[in-house]
């Protein structure tokens, strides 16, 4: 063993947090299990709530803000009402599905083998059902024509903004949210913050926050492709299906993105591999 191996054996049997093993890309075993299931059902509900909630919230907003003056929770408001929800329902299902309640977020941690393709692909399903639910539900209570008025809460690109900045901040916003999600789950993390008592939802969800401040302008904020589909499709007019790209491309591109950043720069995946490389090639 060079010293290289000796190195790495060493600081492996040192590490005071492990890595969960990455998940197989098929694992057909997991279609009898319950747990998975249960995991579905549980994304399914989770999007449907967080949307129902939400676009409520946006609808809401523009019919008092019509009918008063000074009316409505504000730009404020909403970015709080998508932030605290987010917190709200990753707390109560980050024990059963992992609390991903986004097509971007199952992307970016399939990419990181922290899922298997077989469960990817489920939440996914899972995830815009229930976010087209969730909208369908905001049309029934506030009726077909304060529902249209109001645009439903579907995403399109804002006036004045080009196409190519609309991409960029889906990319961005999608970047923070996912690059969060991995620093507030990562084991090492976990293990040598212990004397910071802070739940793993809360940063997630202010990012959420955060991102929503910034990108209500230009897109209303997507950052998830079952929240811009669900709305689209209950609301079904031209402007948020011609835009519907860029809620599904920035995203995915921002959670890829994010997950390069996360797994090969910071936790010095890339740095591994190389070394790895050096050893099998005796350089």
Request: net charge positive; hydrophobic share 45%.
């Amino acid at each position: 063993m060079n010293t290289s191996q000796s190195m790495e054996a060493a600081g492996a049997k040192n590490k005071d947090y492990s890595d969960p093993p990455p998940a197989p890309l098929v694992n057909a075993g997991e279609l009898g299990k319950w747990s998975l299931y249960r995991a579905v059902i549980a994304e399914f509900v989770a999007t449907l709530l967080f949307v129902y909630v939400t676009l409520a919230t946006v609808v809401g907003h523009k019919r008092q803000s019509d009918s008063q003056p000074c009316g409505g929770v504000g730009v404020l408001g909403i970015a709080w009402s998508f932030g605290g929800m987010i917190f709200v329902l990753v707390y109560c299902t980050a024990g059963i599905s992992g609390g991903h309640i986004n097509p971007a977020v199952t992307f970016g941690l399939l990419l990181a083998r922290k899922v298997s393709l077989v469960r990817a692909v489920l939440y996914v399903v899972a995830q815009c059902l229930g976010a087209i639910c969730g909208s369908g539900l905001v049309r029934a209570f506030h009726g077909a024509h304060w529902y249209l008025r109001y645009g439903g809460g579907a995403n399109e690109l804002s006036a004045g903004y080009s196409k190519g900045a609309g991409l960029a901040a889906e990319i961005v916003g999608t970047f923070v949210l996912v690059y969060t999600v991995f620093s507030a789950t990562d084991p090492k993390r976990k293990v040598r913050d212990t004397h910071v008592p802070v739940l793993a939802p809360l940063p997630i969800g202010f990012a959420v926050f955060m991102v929503h401040l910034a990108t209500i302008p230009v897109t209303g904020t997507g950052i998830n492709p079952a929240r811009s589909l669900g709305p689209a499709v209950v609301y079904n007019q031209r402007k948020p299906w011609e835009d519907q790209w860029i809620f599904w491309v920035g995203p995915l591109i921002g959670a890829a993105a994010a997950m390069i950043y996360h797994q090969l720069v910071l936790r010095a995946g890339a740095a591994k591999a190389f070394a790895s490389f050096r050893n099998n090639n005796h350089i």
